[in-house]
C-alpha cells in the first residue's frame, strides 16, 4: 500500500485503518499475501515517486495500491505534475512485473469546476493509459457522511475504514486472484 494520510491511517488507532482492515481479510480468506503499509500522511506524488523506487526495491511486492494525489490537489499543485508522477509510478512498478491497483480521490467543490474536474479525470486517464484497474473515488458512500468523516471532513473515522476496504475489494480481488494463488505465501501488497 502506497498513498497518504488516508490509507496511513491518520487521527485513528492504525490497526483499524482499512490497510490493517485488508491485511485480516487476506488471511481471513486464505490469500497467502503479506501487506506492508508504505503510505505517508502528507504525501504529494512527488514525494511518492522520490520513494517509490526504494520502495519497490525494499519489499518486491507482487501488487501495489497507489493511492495518492489528494494532496497535490489539496493544495492546488498543477495536475500535470501529479499525473506524469502517477503515471512514472505505474510504469516502474510495471516494469518491475507488478499489477497496479490505482485509488482515484475528488476534491471538493470550492476549488472551481474547471480544476475538480480535472482532478476527477486524470485518474481514469492514468488507468486508461496503463492498463490498470481503477476505484475511481476511494471515499466514495464515507465522504459525505459526518458520522463516517473525522472533524477536519477530510479523513474518515474509524466507522468509516470497513466502507473504504469494501470499496477497494471489487477491484483487488481479481488481482489477488491472479497474482496470489500464482504466487503463494510470502507475496506481498504494497
Known sequence: ?????????????????????????LASEGYGFQVTNASVSGETTAGGLARFPRALALHHPSI?????????????????????????????????????????????PNYGERYTEAFRQMYPDIARSYNVPLVPFLLDR?????????????????????????NVWPKLAPLLQQTGRSAGAGAAVH
Not at 1 to 25: C, E, N, P, T
Not at 142 to 166: K, S, W
Open 1 to 25: 500500500m502506497f498513498g497518504d494520510s488516508i490509507s496511513a491511517g491518520y487521527g485513528i488507532r492504525v490497526d483499524h485503518g482499512w490497510v490493517s482492515l485488508l491485511a485480516q481479510k
Open 64 to 108: 501495489v495500491i497507489l493511492e495518492l494525489g489528494a494532496n497535490d490537489g489539496l493544495r492546488g499543485l498543477p495536475l500535470e505534475q501529479a499525473r506524469d508522477n502517477l503515471g512514472r509510478m505505474v510504469r516502474l512498478a510495471q516494469q518491475a512485473g507488478e499489477h497496479v491497483l490505482l485509488l482515484g480521490m475528488l476534491m471538493p
Open 142 to 166: 464515507v465522504a459525505l457522511h459526518p458520522q463516517l468523516m473525522q472533524d477536519d471532513n477530510l479523513h474518515p473515522n474509524e466507522l468509516g475504514q470497513p466502507l473504504l476496504l469494501e
